[in-house]
């Protein structure tokens, strides 16, 4: 186990393991090996996964298991790449191609539904996520924090800002709606986030909405100033809210009849 894993609660600790999958490290929470819905969950950069075991103790409580991943280069995968800007596209890129073989290896683990999975991640986990989204998958639902699809807003971010505007098109998934299969998202931003502009995400909810035959199902979770450093990494005084809307969100799209773990 990491060092990390030392300071994760004992409670979460003692459902919680670590394994690499795949060549990717994870953080596996499941209350026992029942197949059960699962969220995959990527957080951005400069974090790794067992950072904010608090959303994973409320999941689990709720019959939702996780399985957290470091970024390429993050984590228990660190190098100094992640601190060079021109490689975060790539990043991105890379851990869109390795899901599906993670997913592969986590249904032999057991206790893992891959008919009832959902995706999300924040901030470039976020970016991973829409970016995956535009190809063929099987996730029944996601989260987004801190991040969106309408990707032309970076350009003036730290994210992308060495695209061209021709680089840039290529990959931006605003121009790939007509791949996205139409699932239930919630995204929150706040409106004031100096990385990623606030209409990275409202910009692409509007536009999921327009096409979905179920807006209802599509939301966008906005605050005006929730406190977080530089109204990015995280939520601030709004953090213990989003987390429970979002179990809620979980609990609703991926099973109509969720048991609470005992």
Known sequence: MTPRFDTLPSRLRNVSIEKELAGVPCLLVRMDEKPRPFLF??????????LDPGRYLRCVRRGINVCAVDLPD???????????????????????AEIQPVLDELEMQGGFDLNRAAIGGMSAG?????????????????ILEASGGEWIHLRN?????HLT???????????????????????FHNKHDVRIPFETTSDFIGALKDKSPNPEDIELVAFER???????MGFGR???????VQVEF??????????LAS
Not at 157 to 161: A, F, G, R, V
């Open 238 to 244: 709004e953090s213990a809210l989003v987390k429970e």
């Open 157 to 161: 971010s730290d994210l992308l800002p």
């Open 250 to 259: 979980l609990a609703k799209h991926l099973s109509p009849h969720m048991e």
């Open 41 to 50: 969950w990527m957080h951005g950069r400069t974090a790794d996964k067992e």
């Open 74 to 96: 993050h984590g228990q995968r660190f190098t100094d790449c992640q601190h060079h800007k021109e490689n975060i596209l790539g990043i991105i890129q890379q851990m869109s």
């Open 165 to 187: 505007l021709e680089e840039l098109e290529v990959v931006n998934p605003m121009n790939h709606l007509t791949s996205w299969k139409d699932v239930p998202v919630i995204a």
């Open 226 to 232: 929730s406190g977080a450093p530089d109204e990015h």
């Open 126 to 142: 976020g970016l991973t996520s829409v970016y995956h989204l535009c190809s063929p998958h099987n996730f029944k639902a996601v």
